[in-house]
């Protein structure tokens, strides 16, 4: 198939359709809303059903039902709208129901604004609703990346029954790029064989629930749900590396933030600094090993993650290098964007410092 | 000797959790005699809620789903959504649906999402030890408002099935009580006709049931059945709130 | 060649669509493009903007803060993105609507009546593809006109091909414009 011109959010929402995905229940917030937007107009065109729920709350519990009827099923979002979202997801995670959340992040906190951010990593990676789960979080800083990990999102999710997070940025939403829809492979899955379909007594009875009220029984069940983490960490993490062979200084960052390192990695190539960039894909789990790897390595002085936020993915990078090099942060906040420029200039002072 | 009187094939032989007198128990049995009256068990996928049904899925013997507190109907339009032919009930009581829920319920009824929903209105909430609940009445003693529910503070008892009965996606409504035979027997109708008008595809349909809380209102399963009357018909009065055409 | 090109009028100019144009226009002749738009209130009303970068290699970050080209439809525009001009290239102005010149020297400046002429066509929506035909006279290669017309065949389907020749005129008039005022400046 031939590249079509696409925006960040269309691009989402048409993937979605590709991968298989007939039902979308969401909740207008800006900047996402070309996603259900093009969900209403396609959806009913291929056979599925878009609905506006009353709230998000609503939404994301529609989306329970519906994945626990066994559908290919999804919401998105932005950041206010995805905290509301939190006790659905903890559900969704506790009862281990496949489905893709699409969080298209914007400044916080509270209200906060509506240009682009990564405020909401920690909420997206060290859990955002309560009790022992983990989403699956993927990071695109393309917009083919994006359209090539929504299709794998829902494949992950349905592999491991496990709710999957596409956390992008307002400027991943609503830029355009080329993006192509290649025909692509799926896994191979397992039947959903624990959906409620109507019980006519050819399977056991199915009961779609988090509620364990024996301790010993949902401890069993968490366990269980974190045996299914290993496997996921061992299988699915994901991390670019450039330029890292030769680097002084390796920078960290994911999603749109990536994309202006790079600008900032030519102009520092420029100048004859050699930088690398460790991009987790994965932010859960997260590529702790390729930082542990690099962070072995003599040529490699320091590391510096950079940020639309005030420092969030640093502590992962931080635990993961373990004290084996001086771990630097760069941040803007609340819908402001870094630039090349200021990039370079951080990447100067931490090469200064451990000069 | 032939049997006259059994468990309905809807209902999986367990002993259920319910406090002794109360009327969860009779509401389970209509639900599934119901079903079982219709022929649709193995097609019908039941939402339970939060509250003293939260363990409904052990005992109606389908498919079911346990939802977060409140949320039942939005959880049930979205199997529905995707499962159109099959039957679809949630069954919540007055915190979870009228409370919490609220939203979740005027929204499912107003888009006339062809499911059934079985309100238990027992005036308080049990989980959770007695507090008061959005139905509660007018100087009810409660946990939560032990100088009795005064209108000033607290705000007056809903009336949910006049309220959702101004919707049009609403087909069928009716308030019904379990406090005597009679009553079972037209609170089973009710809950019969409200599965009908769903495999009609007609719309929204929902049958509050008035019910007792012995436990809660610290009173005995009878005194409690004579309270229900005295109290709570007065200000829910029973019958049909809407009936599509 | 990298083309880091920063479009911004008033909303209801054509700002986004003219950048979109450019940046199918670029993916038609096979190179690396992005399109990111400024969103939010600000678009009601007020002061709108785009952002196309347009490249052999590929798109590092979509955001222009050294722009190549500045095309400024309205005055708060050019007051805005004047200095976002790298030296040595180029500022296109909407002489129609902004009353004041560049104050860079270190620049190629393009003055382009687009009001005017669109206005002369026959149809005062035209203005923003006069200017567009300017820059791609200015362009030296980077993309090509017919590149452009067959974009614009692509986003406006089937139904609106009629509309056709008249792009065809504005970017020509455009172009005409873009090389009188060259003539004129040196």
């Known amino acids: 198939m031939s590249k079509v011109l696409m925006k960040g959010n269309e691009a989402i929402a048409e993937a979605a359709i590709q991968a298989g995905c007939r039902y979308f229940f969401g909740y207008p917030i800006t900047p996402q809303n070309e996603i259900p937007a093009y969900m209403a107009k396609r959806l009913p065109q291929a056979g599925g059903t878009f609905l506006q729920a009353e709230s998000e709350v609503a939404a994301i519990n529609m989306v329970y039902g519906a994945a626990g009827a066994g559908a290919r099923v999804m919401t998105s979002s932005s950041s206010p709208g995805i905290s509301l979202k939190q006790e659905g997801i903890s559900y969704i995670a506790g009862a281990e129901l496949p489905c893709l959340i699409v969080n298209i992040v914007r400044g916080g906190p509270g209200l906060g604004g509506i240009q682009p951010a990564q405020s909401d990593y920690f909420q997206s990676v060290k859990g955002g609703g309560h009790g022992d789960y983990h989403l699956v979080v993927l990071a695109p800083s393309t917009i083919q990346e994006m359209v090539d990990l929504v299709q794998e999102g829902f494949d992950i999710a349905d592999q491991y029954r496990n709710p999957v997070m596409i956390l992008g940025d307002g400027m991943l939403g609503q830029m355009m790029e080329p993006v192509e829809f290649e025909e692509r492979k799926s896994r191979r899955l397992p039947p959903k064989d624990w959906a409620t379909t109507g019980w006519k007594g050819d399977r056991p009875r199915a009961v779609i629930n988090s509620l364990f009220i024996n301790p010993q029984v949902l401890e069993n069940h968490v366990n269980k749900i974190y045996r299914k983490y290993q496997e996921i960490k061992a299988n699915e993490t994901m991390a670019e590396c450039c330029n890292c062979e030769d680097a002084e200084i390796i920078v960290s960052a994911y999603g749109t933030t990536a994309r202006i390192v790079k600008s900032a990695m030519e102009m520092a190539a420029r100048k004859g600094i050699k930088v690398g960039l460790i991009r987790p894909i994965t932010l859960w789990p997260f590529p702790t090993e390729t930082f542990q790897e690099w962070a072995q390595r003599d040529h490699v002085k320091a590391f510096l993650t950079v940020e639309m936020s005030m420092g969030q993915m640093v502590e992962d990078v931080t635990l993961s290098i373990g004290g084996k090099k001086p771990s630097h942060f760069y941040g803007r906040t609340g819908g402001m964007v870094p630039n090349p420029a200021d990039i370079l200039a951080e990447i100067e002072k931490v090469r200064g410092g451990n000069a | 000797m032939a049997k006259v009187f059994e ?76 499962h159109p032919d099959n039957v679809v009930f949630t069954y919540q009581g007055d915190g979870d649906l009228a409370s919490i829920g609220a939203a979740e319920i005027v929204h ?138 | 060649m990298t083309e880091q090109i920063i479009i911004a009028g008033f909303g209801g100019q054509g700002v986004m669509s003219m950048g979109q144009l450019l940046a199918y226009a670029g993916m038609l002749e096979g190179k690396n ?34 722009a190549s080209v500045v095309i400024a439809l309205n005055k708060p525009s050019l007051d805005k993105f004047e200095s976002a001009v790298v030296p040595g290239g180029m500022l296109f102005v909407n002489s129609s609507l902004i009353d004041r010149k560049s104050v860079r020297e270190d620049i190629d400046v393009f003055y382009i ?60 008039r455009g172009a005409e414009q873009a090389a009188i005022v060259l003539e004129s400046a040196h």
């Open chain 3, 113 to 172: 009546p687009a009001n005017e002429i669109a206005d002369q066509l026959g149809n005062p929506r035209i203005a923003n593809t006069v200017v567009l035909g300017a820059y791609l006279a200015k362009a030296e290669g980077s993309i090509s006109p017919s590149s452009v017309i067959e974009a614009l065949k692509k986003v406006l389907g089937p139904g609106k091909q009629d509309l056709i020749p008249l792009n065809e005129e504005a970017l020509k």
């Open chain 3, 33 to 66: 493009v992005s399109w990111l738009p400024s969103y939010g209130p600000e678009m009601r009303g007020g002061t709108a903007n785009c952002n196309v970068i347009i490249t052999d290699d590929m798109v590092a970050s979509p955001i222009v803060t050294q």
């Open chain 2, 108 to 245: 499912a009824a107003n888009r006339g999402e062809k499911i059934t929903t079985v309100f238990i209105n027992n005036a308080i909430y049990g989980m959770t030890g007695g507090q008061m609940a959005p139905t509660t009445l007018l100087d009810q003693v409660t946990a939560t408002s032990p100088y009795g529910r005064k209108p000033e503070t607290e705000g007056y008892p809903i009336r949910v099935s006049e309220m959702l009965a101004t919707l049009e996606g609403a087909a069928y409504i009716e308030r019904v009580s379990v406090h005597d035979i009679k009553h079972i027997v037209r609170a089973k109708k009710a809950i019969r006709k409200a599965f009908e008008y769903q495999l009609e595809g007609r719309g929204f349909t929902l049958v509050e049931v008035l019910s007792t809380c012995p436990t809660n209102w610290g009173m005995t399963p009878a005194e409690s059945l004579k309270w229900l009357q005295d109290n709570m018909i007065p200000y829910y009065p029973l019958g049909v709130k809407k009936e599509a055409k």
């Open chain 2, 7 to 82: 468990r309905p094939k809807s209902l999986i032989d367990i002993p259920m959790h319910y406090c002794p007198g109360c009327t969860h128990g009779i509401v389970h049995r209509l639900v599934a005699e119901a079903m079982d009256e219709l022929n649709i068990r193995e097609k019908t996928i039941g939402v339970a809620p939060v509250g003293c049904a939260v363990f409904a899925y052990d005992y109606f013997n389908c498919d079911m789903q346990e939802a977060a507190h409140g949320r039942a109907p939005a959880v049930a339009a979205g199997i529905k959504r995707v």
